[in-house]
């Protein structure tokens, strides 16, 4: 079974950094793809970054100064890197991760439950 688990958000100030981890438990799943998306109350989830099994990577439009992801295959884990943040980046980050690649959510099978990040200005 699939199943991300996030973790590393938590509560910072207007232009700090943080890194989020997204760990699925288990063998290394080959040809995975793995995204992090950002639901806010109200709003769809929108698309931050994603990396492919190959490594490519893409970014949303609105964060691609400030984010990185990365990802260790073997180990089924992949990380986003976020800097100078801003109150509208809050919300709930979700780790998703699939066959395909893309911006959609509906190209992503399986979900984690998020980790809540808040940013005071």
């Known amino acids: 079974q699939v199943q991300p688990v996030e973790s590393g958000g938590g509560l910072v100030q207007a232009g700090d950094s943080l890194r989020l981890s997204c760990a699925i438990p288990?063998?290394?799943?080959?040809?995975?793809?793995m995204g992090w998306f950002r639901q806010t109350p109200g709003k769809e989830r929108e698309f931050v970054a994603a990396i492919s099994w190959a490594g490519s990577t893409y970014y949303a439009d609105s964060m691609k100064e400030r984010v990185a992801i990365s990802r260790d295959k073997d180990r089924n884990i992949a990380w986003l890197q976020m800097n100078n943040l801003r109150p509208e980046d809050a919300g709930v980050y979700l780790c998703?991760?699939?066959?395909?690649?893309?911006?959609?959510?509906?190209?992503?099978?399986?979900w984690g439950l998020g980790t809540q990040v808040t940013i005071s200005s």
């Open positions: 998703a991760a699939g066959y395909g690649l893309g911006t959609m959510a509906a190209n992503y099978p399986y």
């Open positions: 288990g063998p290394t799943i080959s040809h995975l793809s």
